[in-house]
């Protein structure tokens, strides 16, 4: 397989678990710079150089309500 992404740097919001874990994985294998960021505080500080030129948004919560049962700071 040939490394397509050799020469890109990508950035993975949720990529810890789940879907965005085998979007990292995906990502590295074809060769591009992987950085991870996770939902903890203390997950993703610090600079990403070079600029991302890939952006995977997968980071998200999942509240099993209505709009309307959900409280303000949710």
């Given at each position: 397989?040939?490394?397509?992404?050799?020469?890109?740097?990508?950035?993975?919001?949720?990529?810890?678990?789940?879907?965005?874990?085998?979007?990292s994985?995906?990502?590295?294998?074809?060769?591009?710079?992987?950085?991870?960021?996770?939902?903890?505080?203390?997950?993703?500080?610090?600079?990403?150089?070079?600029?991302?030129?890939?952006?995977?948004?997968?980071?998200?919560?999942?509240?099993?309500?209505?709009?309307?049962?959900?409280?303000?700071?949710?």
């Amino acid at each position: 397989m040939t490394k397509q992404l050799q020469t890109r740097c990508a950035l993975v919001s949720g990529g810890k678990r789940g879907l965005g874990r085998a979007m990292s994985d995906a990502l590295a294998v074809a060769g591009a710079a992987v950085h991870v960021f996770g939902v903890a505080p203390d997950e993703g500080r610090g600079r990403l150089r070079p600029a991302p030129d890939i952006l995977v948004n997968n980071a998200g919560i999942t509240r099993d309500r209505t709009l309307m049962k959900m409280s303000a700071r949710e």
